[in-house]
């Protein structure tokens, strides 16, 4: 997933930066937000969210078994 991210934002700084030369340094600016910064932060936010769950209830999990709360789960 991130050599992907990491391709796509070498595309649009290339972008970025041909927009920049050819017209206003401001254009360019607003090529790397608009078609890089933003849609590839909201990509590996929604993409993210898997881990992030499995993450959260891990912890919360290690948490009530620090406390004694609850047996480990078991298989079946």
Known sequence: MHIVAIAWMFVVVLMAAAEGMSTTWFA????????GLLPLSL???I???PAR??????EQ?????AAG???PPGPG
């Open 43 to 45: 990509v590996l936010y």
């Open 28 to 35: 360019g600016l607003m090529t790397l937000i608009f078609y």
């Open 61 to 65: 999990t290690r948490q009530r078994l």
């Open 53 to 58: 769950r499995k993450s959260r209830a891990r």
């Open 47 to 49: 993409l993210g969210t």
């Open 69 to 71: 709360d609850a047996e």
